[in-house]
C-alpha cells in the first residue's frame, strides 16, 4: 500500500545537538510539507517543497533546515539553533494536479533531554 | 490573511448522542475547506473537503459539514457519534487548488464521548 513514512516515531536530543527526521513515500505525490504540532496550537508549516531540488520557508523555518534531493524523500533536520525543539512533528505530500488534501505520515515525537 | 478559527478547545458527548464542531475561516476568496482527525500520537487523516457545489458534503466514518457562505463557517456533524469518535478534529482552508497553495489549520477541537 502506498503511503507517508516518517521514521523514527521517537526521538530524544540532547542539548547542542542536530538531528534529522526521515520522511519517504510511495505516493508519487511531487509536494512534501513538514508541520510543527504543539498543544493547543495546531500545526505550524516549517518547510514545503513542490519538486525536486526546490523548498520554500514556511511560518517558522527558524531553526531547520530540508533537502529535497529524491521525489520520495524530504528529510527535516532540527538544529542546534532551534531553541525549543520539543514537539510533534508530522510529514505530509500532495498531488501536484488538484486538491485531493494533504496524505500524512504517523509522526515523530522529539523531546530533548 | 487567511485563518480558521475553531472555538471550541474540547467538547464531551455522550455516546449516541449528535455531534456539531464549529469552524470559522477568513479567506477573500472561493475557500477550499477540509477537516481531518487525528487519534493520540498518530497523523491527520482526511474526513472530507469542499471545493465548490453542494454545500452539504458527506465524508467518511459517517461525518458531513455544510459550507454556509453569509456565515464564514464549515461546521462538522454527526447525528450519533460512537466512542471510537474520541479524537482531535482540524478545520483547515486552503489558499487554491493547487498543490502550490498552502493550507491553513485551526488549532483543533478535542472531542471526548461519555459512556
Known amino acids: 500500500d502506498g503511503g507517508i513514512t516518517q521514521s523514527p516515531k521517537y526521538l530524544f536530543r540532547k542539548e547542542g545537538q542536530n538531528v534529522t527526521l526521515s520522511c519517504e513515500q510511495n505516493?508519487?505525490?511531487?509536494?512534501m510539507y513538514w508541520y510543527r504540532q504543539d498543544p493547543g496550537q495546531g500545526l505550524r508549516l516549517i518547510y514545503y517543497s513542490q519538486i525536486v531540488n526546490d523548498f520554500q520557508k514556511g511560518d517558522i523555518a527558524e531553526g531547520y533546515s530540508v533537502s529535497r534531493e529524491k521525489k520520495e524523500s524530504f528529510p527535516l533536520t532540527v538544529t542546534s539553533a532551534q531553541k525549543n525543539p520539543t514537539a510533534f512533528y508530522l510529514c505530509?505530500?500532495?498531488?501536484?494536479?488538484?486538491?485531493?488534501?494533504?496524505?500524512f505520515g504517523s509522526g515523530t515525537r522529539l523531546t530533548v533531554v | 490573511a487567511q485563518s480558521v478559527t475553531q472555538p471550541d478547545i474540547h467538547i464531551t458527548v455522550s455516546e449516541g448522542a449528535s455531534l456539531e464542531l464549529r469552524c470559522n475561516y477568513s479567506y477573500g476568496a472561493t475557500p477550499y475547506l477540509f477537516w481531518y482527525v487525528q487519534s493520540p500520537g498518530q497523523g491527520l487523516q482526511l474526513l472530507l473537503k469542499y471545493f465548490s457545489g453542494d454545500t452539504l458534503v458527506q465524508g467518511i466514518k459517517g461525518f458531513e459539514a455544510e459550507f454556509k457562505r453569509s456565515q464564514s463557517s464549515f461546521n462538522l456533524r454527526k447525528p450519533s457519534v460512537h466512542w471510537s469518535d474520541a479524537a482531535e478534529y482540524f478545520c483547515a482552508v486552503a489558499t487554491g487548488y493547487s498543490s502550490a497553495s498552502k493550507i491553513i489549520f485551526g488549532s483543533g477541537t478535542r472531542l471526548s464521548i461519555r459512556p
Open positions: 505530509a505530500s500532495n498531488k501536484a494536479d488538484g486538491y485531493y488534501g494533504y496524505t
Open positions: 505516493l508519487n505525490h511531487d509536494a
